[in-house]
């Protein structure tokens, strides 16, 4: 009988003896892994290519921007404007960046990895929320920083007309801050829904781009009332109306020149309100079940 000649080697495993260092900075690992998967950061190349595309889009026409106010001295367009005018770049982006951050998980099975360790399910979907949401805001907010450079270099007022134009500067990141807020809170719930991201951007650009009849139609209706609240119709123009509202000198500065939405402006914010709030439980919601599973 040949004698056995199996051997049992020492590669050198060892217990973790390091820190553990518990759920706030699981949280915070898990964010900055969202936030750099949005731009593609630490992936393939085919990755990067549209997220910062976009970015190059809305930074070259803030430069361009910047450069014609130097010129002509008069401001072209406030910060305000800007994050307006670049929302329908915002909607193709959020189709692109939401279904990487959770449809990718959900399609390869890692979520109960995720689960095993000290991360509370909420956590997980909150994390990928806020990788997205500041995503979108320093999407919209960081090219109004490049004006607000150019005009503060520029400005023949010195310090006042420096700190008149941060006055300016401000309600603009707000403003870009509900953007970001409305869209990544819709787009990471329905891209929740499926493992597959191309039915997930489907989706998310369904959800924008086919409500916007909706508030055409309502809009002729014969009921002043109802043309004032048609905005509430679709997620874009729920943001504008607010936009219309709060800022009504910084967006509209004509009189009668923005969105009729009447004295409902208090309406529309309610409803932003509640809609972000509505997305992100339903969103906690949906990863609570498919963590029971």
Not at 209 to 233: D, K, Q, W
């Amino acid at each position: 009988m040949p004698e056995p000649t199996g051997v049992i080697h020492d590669i050198g495993y060892q217990r973790y003896t390091g820190p553990r260092l518990g759920r706030r900075h699981v949280f915070g690992a898990l964010y900055l892994h969202g936030l750099r998967t949005v731009f593609g950061l630490g992936r393939s190349a085919k990755a990067k290519i549209f997220p910062w595309l976009v970015v190059g889009i809305v930074t070259v026409v803030a430069a361009g921007l910047t450069a014609v106010r130097s010129q002509l001295g008069e401001v072209v367009m406030t910060y305000a404007q800007f994050a307006d005018a670049m929302s329908w770049l915002v909607i193709f982006f959020v189709a692109v960046a939401a279904p990487e951050l959770v449809s990718r998980d959900l399609r390869s099975g890692v979520l109960p990895l995720y689960f095993s360790r000290p991360l509370p399910r909420d956590d997980y979907a909150l994390a990928k929320l806020l990788s997205l949401a500041s995503a979108l805001w320093l999407l919209l907010g960081g090219p109004q920083l490049v004006m607000f450079l150019g005009a503060a270099f520029t400005t023949s007022d010195g310090l006042r007309g420096t700190w008149n134009e941060l006055l300016d500067l401000l309600p603009g990141l707000l403003y870009a801050g509900l953007w970001a807020a409305v869209f990544a809170s819709i787009g990471l719930l329905v891209a929740s829904l499926t493992g597959k991201r191309a039915f997930a951007a489907g989706g998310i650009v369904a959800v924008f781009l086919m409500t916007t009849p909706v508030v055409g139609v309502l809009s002729i209706l014969p009921s002043r009332a109802v043309n004032e609240l048609a905005l509430l119709a679709s997620p874009s123009t729920l943001v504008q109306g607010v936009g219309s509202w709060a800022l009504q000198d910084l967006l509209y500065p004509g009189a009668g020149t923005g969105p009729p939405i009447g004295g409902f402006g208090p309406v529309y914010a309610v409803v932003a309100v509640l809609l972000v709030t509505a997305c992100t439980a339903l969103l906690l919601l949906r990863y609570r079940k498919v963590a029971a599973r």
